[in-house]
């Protein structure tokens, strides 16, 4: 089992950043991959972005491809997610999700990820 818990969430300004952090713990493999999805009102869930542990190669979703920037401290099995540039239209609740065992294909859809945190409030004000 794995258990993640995401913090770092708030209310910010357009144009403001923030940082997410995620903290894993339990039986995280080596070969694993952790992602961050968000969900607005009345919407699906949108993949953000995702990093592999081994070797740490990172994806984007194209709608936080150079405002994001995801990245992890091994040690402390910690991901976060730095985001810049905000957009009242980033307003979500952002999850972070882990699978041990990478699958490239499907490293940015929901079903691929088998555990999730509880996840953690952004609202971006215009």
């Known amino acids: 089992q794995v258990q993640l818990a995401e913090s770092g969430g708030g209310l910010v300004q357009a144009g403001d950043s923030l940082r997410l952090s995620c903290a894993a713990s339990g039986s995280t493999a080596i070969n694993s991959a952790t992602s961050w999805f968000r969900q607005a009102p009345g919407k699906e869930h949108e993949f953000v972005a995702a990093i592999r542990w081994m070797g740490d190669r990172k994806y984007y979703g194209d709608a936080v491809k150079g405002r994001f920037i995801i990245s992890r401290e091994g040690a402390k099995k910690t991901i976060y997610l730095q985001m810049n540039s905000l957009k009242p239209e980033d307003s979500a609740v952002y999850y972070c999700?882990?699978?041990?065992?990478?699958?490239?294909?499907?490293?940015?859809?929901?079903?691929?990820?088998?555990?999730w945190g509880p996840g953690t409030q952004v609202t971006v004000s215009s």
């Open positions: 999700a882990h699978r041990n065992g990478v699958i490239l294909s499907s490293i940015g859809t929901k079903s691929a990820y088998h555990y």
